[in-house]
């Protein structure tokens, strides 16, 4: 079965700081990658995925995520954060050729942008 | 968004109650998800369905049942509500491939008293 670690539960940062939120995987077969976010009281969103291609995927609002095969991780970045990026964030992933396709989530980072 | 729509969005019960929570998405999108959400643990799978009738035990799945009537329904239920179960339900649903986007519903906060 797959695991995913999340580094990081809070983070802290000033608006216009530079962000990245660690995820590694723990599965020996292909997999296919999710980041999502959380706004304050709101339901999952999806910000971007990888599944096969160009590692470096780009997401909505700015956000980008590398995939590092050798290294089993997928971090999420974004150059400049702001405070509207305040939300929880869980990276996620899933088995290709997994019957039921299932996701299994990290614990999620909490991130806080002071304005 | 996919239109998954949960039902009640709040509910306070019992200890020992039975609770059923619906979850209804116009997508026609074959398999349906129910989570829990708790903190420092993220999202926990409980029950998935992969169409009508079909539903198997996800990583949590102790003291609930979930039933498909229909494509578009997927209910959860807890028989026997325990103080442990309080918790944040989300619902997902997708075509089902292993590239597809789960997309969620609003969330259904239970506090079992």
């Known amino acids: 079965a797959q695991s995913v670690s999340q580094h990081n539960h809070h983070v802290i940062l000033s608006e216009a700081a530079s962000l990245e939120l660690g995820c590694n995987y723990s599965?020996?077969?292909?997999?296919?990658l999710f980041w999502y976010v959380q706004y304050p009281g709101q339901h999952l969103q999806l910000l971007l995925k990888y599944f096969s291609g160009d590692p470096l995927v780009k997401g909505i609002k700015g956000f980008e995520a590398e995939f590092i095969k050798s290294k089993f991780s997928f971090n999420l970045r974004k150059p400049s954060v702001q405070w509207s990026d305040t939300a929880e964030y869980f990276c996620?992933?899933?088995?290709?050729?997994?019957?039921?396709?299932?996701?299994?989530f990290g614990k999620g980072t909490k991130l806080s942008v002071i304005p | 968004d996919a239109g998954i729509t949960q039902s009640p969005r709040h509910k306070v019960t019992e200890t020992g109650t039975p609770v059923t929570l619906r979850c209804h998405q116009t997508?026609?999108?074959?398999?349906m998800y129910w989570y829990r959400q708790d903190p420092g643990h993220g999202l926990r799978l409980i029950h998935y369905s992969y169409g009508v009738k079909d539903t198997d035990k996800g990583e949590v799945s102790d003291g609930y049942s979930v039933s498909r009537s229909k494509t578009e329904d997927f209910l959860l239920t807890l028989e026997s509500a325990t103080s442990s179960q309080t918790s944040v339900y989300f619902c997902a649903s997708n075509g089902g491939h292993h590239t597809d986007t789960q997309y969620f519903g609003p969330g259904t906060r239970l506090t079992v008293l």
């Open positions: 599965y020996g077969g292909t997999v296919n």
């Open positions: 997508e026609n999108h074959r398999y």
């Open positions: 996620a992933v899933t088995a290709s050729g997994a019957g039921s396709y299932q996701l299994t």
